[in-house]
């Protein structure tokens, strides 16, 4: 009886063998129509998406990945507004189409910060940043929350609000805002517009009119009568080589500036989710730009040995 029970043994292993083998077979990814109907959260952009005409020519790529907003992100859009960009079709296209890349079936990993891809709108950049200390990954400083949801032809990745597409480089937007004129006309005296655009990673903490407007007027004259104070001064309101939106923010957080002696700002937060830089008060965030962001800010930040060179003088800084 021994042999039988041997055979037996032997078939079963052989027969173990074959079976795992054999190739595992992935079930194939549902396209992009079918993922989005999965997901009841989803059901206005794909509404939207079929609104355009969109939708048909992104199941048509090779490959694609959408930034896909909630509809919790989407019904943040004031009622009156959001019917207003449904009905104008070309509008509603080009803001969707900035959602797309055709670059790379983006998904996430811990080496894409600052990794800048290219929209179907006209090429705008779409950048993204990975912000490890507080877990989070964004696209244009929003945030990614349902993460690489596979289709056919690449991802969804699906973010909490809405990207805006940036108008021009950091240079570009400081000379066209309003309420920084005064910042724009101390950059191109100073000499450093062109430094500012090749950094394409840059953060820019911007000081608005008011802000100029709180220091003495001899503190003005000062700065603007010494030209290396005066690039001391803007460069402390500069983080090169990289891109700091307010997401990736957390209080006692520290960043290191661009001025000579690399001096550290650091980020406070207060009541009303409120956010200060040293002591100035962090007014409009997250203004993309092509090569980075900028945030205006209410005070002039000035570094200590500027300062104390000021004082030298018999003068006060605010």
């Given at each position: 009886m021994l042999f039988p029970v041997v055979l037996i043994v032997l078939v079963g292993g052989a027969v173990s063998q074959i079976t795992t083998?054999?190739?595992?077979?992935?079930?194939?990814?549902?396209?992009?129509?079918?993922?989005?109907?999965?997901?009841?959260?989803?059901?206005?952009?794909?509404?939207?998406?079929?609104?355009?005409?969109?939708?048909?020519?992104?199941?048509?790529?090779?490959?694609?990945?959408?930034?896909?907003?909630?509809?919790?992100?989407?019904?943040?859009?004031?009622?009156?507004?959001?019917?207003d960009l449904k009905a104008?079709?070309?509008?509603?296209?080009?803001?969707?189409?900035?959602?797309v890349t055709t670059d790379q079936a983006f998904h996430t990993t811990g080496r894409a910060n600052d990794v800048v891809f290219n929209s179907l709108d006209n090429n705008l950049p779409i950048r993204i940043n990975i912000y490890k200390i507080v877990h989070t990954i964004a696209a244009e400083g929003v945030n990614i929350t349902d993460k690489d949801i596979r289709v056919a032809n690449g991802f969804v990745q699906g973010i909490d609000n809405v990207m805006q597409p940036p108008n021009g480089d950091v240079v570009d937007i400081i000379n066209n805002m309003d309420n920084t004129k005064m910042l724009a006309g101390l950059i191109n005296s100073a000499g450093l517009e062109s430094a500012i655009r090749a950094d394409l990673n840059i953060t820019v903490f911007a000081p608005t009119n008011d802000a100029f407007a709180?220091?003495?007027?001899?503190?003005?004259?000062?700065?603007?009568?010494?030209?290396?104070?005066?690039?001391?001064?803007?460069?402390?309101?500069?983080?090169?080589k990289t891109t700091l939106y307010s997401i990736g923010m957390r209080h006692a957080m520290t960043f290191q500036t661009a001025d000579k002696h690399h001096d550290n700002l650091m980020l406070i937060e207060g009541n009303n989710d409120d956010i200060y830089l040293n002591h100035a008060k962090v007014d409009d965030r997250d203004i993309s730009a092509t090569n980075g962001v900028i945030h205006?800010?209410?005070?002039?930040?000035?570094?200590?040995?500027?300062?104390?060179?000021?004082?030298?003088?018999?003068?006060l800084v605010g």
């Open positions: 083998g054999a190739p595992h077979t992935h079930k194939p990814a549902p396209d992009l129509e079918s993922a989005l109907g999965r997901r009841a959260h989803f059901s206005m952009i794909l509404d939207l998406l079929r609104t355009t005409g969109l939708l048909t020519q992104l199941k048509a790529l090779p490959q694609v990945t959408l930034f896909a907003p909630t509809n919790a992100a989407l019904s943040s859009i004031p009622n009156d507004e959001y019917q104008d079709v070309p509008r509603l296209t080009s803001l969707l189409k900035y959602h709180k220091l003495d007027p001899q503190v003005l004259t000062y700065l603007q009568n010494n030209p290396k104070a005066l690039t001391e001064v803007l460069l402390y309101h500069v983080v090169k205006t800010i209410e005070d002039v930040l000035v570094p200590t040995t500027v300062l104390v060179a000021i004082e030298d003088q018999g003068l």
